[in-house]
Structures are given as structure tokens and as C-alpha cells.
């Protein structure tokens, strides 16, 4: 069965704080990694990763997957009160078309 | 541009009811995935979809689910007798292709049984 772990479960950090969110997989026949940033809302879109060693960067945050380990990272850098939300990462994987399976988010907190 | 569309918002139903959920992709996006979102819990796909066709329904519970995505108007998720289990968000995600692209969310429905 496939398998994505994410860590910590949740994070208190302070506005300006540098973080790093893990995600980890065991999926068969992986294809890509998704991350999503969810506030009480709609899930919204923030990277695709396919490659391993291939940062992808939008503002303060960035992404980055090690097809060898098995794992991904997300850094915010500089956060702000607005990152405060629940990160989920997302691996699509098997044959019958993209079907995405969810880790259990990352609670992040970001006080003034 | 508009995103992936989702109707009812909110929807209550008592026990035994039925319950359905309606979506509508992205302009341009043929392939149409269902999760749900129980309380305190993760996503959890339930079925994918085109036009027509159901792909991979792994996801759906063997009775009383069901979905569809004919080939004029949205995709509908249908849940017969609802129980109180069945409280979730139900997220519709839409996708362009069929491997290797991008889910685009659309808000959910917050469906409570009572």
C-alpha cells in the first residue's frame, strides 16, 4: 500500500523564522510529488516536483525531492502570519492515471 | 478563469437521506478525481473519472457511493441512506492530463448528517 508520512504534525514558529517541512514516501511506480498549502479551504496548488536535486522556488518558498531517499522538502524562508496553514504533500504514483495519496499535513503556525 | 467549481457548499442531511455533490472541472480539464476529508484526518482519494468513464474507483466504499461524469454537465457524487460516518469535506480536483499534471482543487463540500 502506498505511503506518505509527513513531519513534524505541527510547528510554532515565530514571523521571520526559517522552516523546513519533511515528507517522506513508499509508493510503487512513483511519478510525481505534490505540495499544497490548505486553509481551511480548497487545497491550493503549490509545487509539482519530478526530478530529484531540482529546486523549484516561488517567493520565500521553495521545494526540493530526493528520488533516492525518498523524500521531500519544503522551506518557507522569512515566514509571515499568512503561511499559518496546514501543508499537505501529495504523491502521484501507480497506473491507472494520477491519483494523488495524501500525507496528514504539516499544522504550521506562524505568531506576530 | 474560472477553477474548479463545487456546489453545494454546505450540505445537511438526516440519516438515511440522500446526499449529492456536484463539480465542475477546470475549462479545458477532462479528468476529474474525488477526495474526502474526514474530520482531523487526511485527504483520501475515492474515484477518478472522465468523461463517461469510470478509471480507478479504489477509493469508494463497495455500497451506497457512486459517481458519475456524463458527458454534458458536472460530475456528481451521489451518497444513498447517509449515516453519520459520512460527515466530511468532499473535495473535487480537476487535472488536464492524464499522468503528470497538476490537481486543481475546487473548495469542497462540507456535508453534515444529523
Known amino acids: 500500500e502506498d505511503k506518505v508520512v509527513q513531519s513534524p504534525l505541527s510547528l510554532v514558529v515565530h514571523e521571520g523564522d526559517t522552516v523546513t517541512l519533511n515528507c517522506s514516501y513508499e509508493v510503487t511506480n512513483f511519478r510525481s510529488l505534490l505540495w499544497y498549502k490548505q486553509e481551511k479551504k480548497a487545497p491550493t496548488f503549490l509545487f509539482m516536483l519530478t526530478s530529484s536535486g531540482i529546486e523549484k522556488k516561488s517567493g520565500r518558498l521553495s521545494s526540493i525531492l530526493d528520488k533516492k531517499e525518498l523524500f521531500s522538502i519544503l522551506n518557507i524562508t522569512a515566514t509571515q502570519t499568512g503561511d499559518s496553514a496546514v501543508y499537505l504533500c501529495a504523491v502521484e504514483a501507480g497506473n491507472a492515471g494520477n491519483m494523488l495519496t495524501f500525507g496528514g499535513g504539516t499544522r504550521l503556525m506562524v505568531k506576530p | 478563469n474560472a477553477g474548479v467549481m463545487q456546489n453545494p457548499r454546505h450540505l445537511v442531511r438526516r440519516r438515511g437521506q440522500e446526499a449529492r455533490l456536484r463539480c465542475s472541472p477546470m475549462k479545458g480539464h477532462s479528468h476529474v478525481y474525488w477526495y474526502r476529508q474526514l474530520p482531523e484526518e487526511g485527504l483520501k482519494f475515492m474515484v477518478y473519472l472522465q468523461k463517461e468513464n469510470i478509471i480507478d474507483e479504489s477509493g469508494m466504499p463497495k455500497e451506497r457511493f457512486s459517481a458519475e461524469f456524463p458527458k454534458e454537465g458536472p460530475s456528481i457524487l451521489r451518497i444513498q441512506q447517509v449515516v453519520r460516518g459520512d460527515s466530511a469535506a468532499y473535495f473535487c480536483?480537476?487535472?488536464?492530463?492524464?499522468?503528470?499534471?497538476?490537481?486543481?482543487f475546487g473548495p469542497g463540500t462540507r456535508l453534515t448528517v444529523t
Open positions: 480536483a480537476s487535472s488536464q492530463l492524464q499522468a503528470g499534471g497538476e490537481q486543481y
